[in-house]
């Protein structure tokens, strides 16, 4: 008997053994097969989750979006909308017979109309600039979208006609007389964003938002910006109404009867407040607060404006989260909300009577929540780093987890790909700084691995357990490499105050937060190979990069990716400037000393590693300029080097094909250097 369990013991291990070795690491193709999974909606009867899912073609370079249906206790999922290029952002008519969305199938993004048993689509809106931001009323009569117009015309034939006479002109030159006149990839060329509010049945267009003013505002919204009341005589909106916006955070919100007229503006904070959100009982107005005016990472609060009285309460000024995304119990009792947390997005309940905060979920990231009719159940999207986006259901209480959908399974079952392990070290001044890696497939603890060592852009963001696309933590394993990311001072997730302390300090504290925690991953796990480690980073982890150069000689190659490298002329060619303004400590003509102090030119002549260097004609942010200095002081000083340039994408890499030979790039150069 004691035989038999043995050899049973031997066939299983010789069984589990043979299944790992049948996976392998993940490659780009695998990578841009996924299907995205976003945006799910619950039907008004709590039945059906409305959701969609987007899928990239190298071959093509195209990339189409298409909306589905799954049951809200799981199963088989149908397709219900096939159509070229985009069709999502689905909202449930109030009988739940069909869904408005919005489409680009037959060329600008317009609303449209489906019956969820399938059948035609049938098209509503008509608007020469296209639509963007669906939602519809509670009551399922009206919608809301967003536009782009020339604010002085006076209907969409005048706003078709200028647009025609501009792309007929054989002259393209632009004029502009105030700033910003060109955002993240695009130029403003004299239009705004305004709300239009539509009813279902007739198509009648009212502009609620007229004036010289951009709804929602062009940065620093919510996950929505606009809201119906739950008559649906009232529409929330988010505006900045300062003229001078590239110098102002000062979002506000504003009410306005859905037939149009004069807005009423009910906050009057200098700073950020965004996310207005009707109570369904229509007593309140949730929204966001933020303290300090030109600040862009700020503690987000969950206020609430009492519309009765005008009051207004604070409901979170007790714990130090940043809120996102905000969601109403149907009984208005209960708010949800999710917040940026020690790596992770949690998902958090709130009482309304008592501020009571209760953590929900608080392993993966979780976001797109929604809640049932009942209020029993809340729908939302969990991925981590090892697993792509996928729609879950959980009880209010946070108990019995589900997994509704597995788009992916089939494409990750064969794919060799460990999970994050974290560790703590102690940072400069004896913070506490969090830190993860990831194992390449293959591993063998008893094998030494080369490493890359990755910092994240923001600067106030969060490396967390999420399946990034763009950064994919897996693609960098992929090839043999050990991955260490740290969440260095400036992150979110881990107070304001750990946040706040990257102002002012861009190459200070967290510089050696991120030393120390490359210093911690290395004592930590033998299997990493101190000598052969690569650093790469985007955005302001691109501006790490170029800082790196000129004060350590320890990595064997750096990518540098959109960083800033002049902070004097990126402050000239940005389109924010609150941004650069708060981070430095006002315009480089009146307080020049930390644009010097912390600007990699000024340490250039001590560049030495190979550098790879990728820039986008269409960054706006960090214009291109920034990349074209940092290859010339490269070039001009003998350092191995070599620049990836776009001319087609912006501060990030969207296109398929373009993505393909991003990563083939950055992973050949990596490996060149140490492997």
Same mark, same amino acid.
């Given at each position: ?22 996976? /392998? ?15 799910? $909606? ?40 096939? +159509? ?6 689905? /909202? ?25 048993? =399938? ?23 009206? *919608? ?15 706003? *078709? ?47 609620? @938002? ?32 300062? /003229?001078?916006? +590239? ?20 906050? @009057? ?46 409901? @979170? ?21 999710? *917040? ?136 960098? +394993?992929?090839? =043999? ?36 925690? %490359? ?12 000598? /052969?480690?690569? #650093? ?40 924010? %400037? ?8 006002? @315009? ?7 644009? $010097? ?6 340490? #250039? ?61 950055? %992973? ?8």
């Amino acid at each position: 008997m004691k035989r038999n369990i043995t050899l049973g013991l031997i066939l299983i291990l010789a069984v589990v053994c043979s299944f790992s070795q049948t996976k /392998r690491p993940i490659t780009f193709d695998d990578l841009i097969a996924m299907g995205r999974v976003s945006q799910p $909606e619950i039907s008004p009867d709590g039945k059906t989750i409305a959701f969609v899912i987007t899928y990239h073609d190298k071959t093509e370079n195209t990339t189409n979006s298409n909306i589905y249906l799954v049951s809200t206790g799981g199963g088989t999922i149908r397709q219900l909308t096939n +159509a070229a290029k985009g069709n999502n952002n689905p /909202r449930w008519l109030s009988d739940g017979s069909g869904l408005a969305f919005v489409s680009s199938r037959d060329g600008e993004s317009q609303v449209w109309t489906i019956p969820v048993q =399938g059948g035609e689509p049938r098209k509503l809106s008509h608007l020469s600039s296209g639509v963007s931001g669906l939602i519809v009323s509670r009551r399922g009569n009206l *919608a809301a979208f967003s536009s782009d117009v020339f604010p002085d015309c006076p209907d969409d034939d005048c706003n *078709a006609a200028r647009k025609a006479e501009k792309e007929k002109s054989t002259v393209k030159a632009k004029v502009f007389d105030r700033l910003p006149y060109r955002i993240w990839n695009t130029w403003k060329d004299g239009m705004r964003s305004h709300v239009f509010v539509t009813e279902l049945d007739r198509g009648k267009l009212v502009d609620v @938002t007229p004036g010289d003013y951009d709804t929602p505002p062009i940065d620093l919204g919510g996950r929505w910006d606009y809201d119906f009341s739950p008559d649906g005589k009232e529409l929330a909106f988010t505006r900045n109404p300062d /003229r001078d916006i +590239a110098i102002s955070t000062n979002n506000d919100i504003f009410v306005v009867p859905v037939s149009g007229g004069s807005a009423k503006r009910i906050t @009057t904070n200098p700073a950020n407040d965004s996310q207005p959100s009707y109570s369904p009982d229509g007593k309140y107005i949730a929204y966001r607060k933020m303290d300090r005016p030109g600040f862009e990472a700020d503690r987000r609060q969950l206020m609430l404006y009492e519309r009765a009285t005008g009051k207004h309460i604070n409901l @979170t000024d007790k714990i130090d989260y940043s809120v996102d995304e905000v969601l109403w119990s149907p009984d208005s009792r209960t708010l949800y909300f999710t *917040a940026d947390d020690k790596g992770h997005k949690s998902i958090f309940k709130l009482s309304v009577s008592t501020q009571n905060v209760e953590m929900l979920i608080n392993r993966g990231y979780n976001h797109s929540v929604g809640i049932s009719p009942d209020g029993r159940v809340l729908i939302f999207v969990k991925e981590s780093i090892d697993k792509p986006a996928e729609i879950h259901r959980m009880d209010i209480s946070g108990k019995n987890i589900r997994q509704l959908t597995n788009v992916n399974g089939d494409r990750i079952g064969g794919l060799e790909m460990y999970g994050l392990e974290e560790y703590w070290f102690e940072g400069e001044d004896r913070a506490k700084v969090h830190g993860w890696i990831v194992r390449p497939p293959g591993f063998d603890p008893k094998k030494k691995y080369p490493a890359v060592f990755l910092v994240h852009g923001g600067p106030q963001g969060q490396w967390g357990d999420q399946f990034h696309y763009r950064w994919s933590a897996q693609m960098f +394993a992929s090839r =043999g490499h050990v991955v260490i990311m740290v969440n260095p001072r400036g992150s979110t997730g881990y107070g304001q105050r750990f946040t706040d302390e990257i102002t002012r300090d861009w190459g200070g504290k967290v510089y050696e937060d991120l030393i120390k925690g %490359l210093d911690a991953a290395l004592a930590r796990y033998p299997f990493i190979d101190g000598n /052969r480690v690569a #650093a790469a980073g985007a955005s302001y982890g691109g501006y790490m990069m170029n800082w790196m150069l000129g004060h350590t000689k320890r990595f064997r190659c750096m990518v540098s990716h959109d960083g800033v490298f002049n902070p004097k002329n990126m402050y000239g060619t940005t389109e924010e %400037l609150w941004f650069p303004e708060w981070e430095f400590g006002g @315009t480089p003509y009146a307080s020049p000393e930390l644009y $010097e102090k912390w600007s990699p030119l000024n340490v #250039a002549s001590k560049f030495e590693t190979p550098t790879l260097v990728v820039h986008g004609q269409l960054d706006y942010r960090v214009d291109v300029s920034e990349g074209f200095q940092l290859f010339t002081a490269l070039q001009r000083q003998g350092v191995k080097s070599k620049m990836l340039y776009f001319p087609d994408e912006g501060h990030w890499v969207m296109k398929p094909a373009n993505a393909e030979l991003w990563y083939t790039s950055v %992973l050949d150069w990596i490996d060149e250097h140490t492997q």
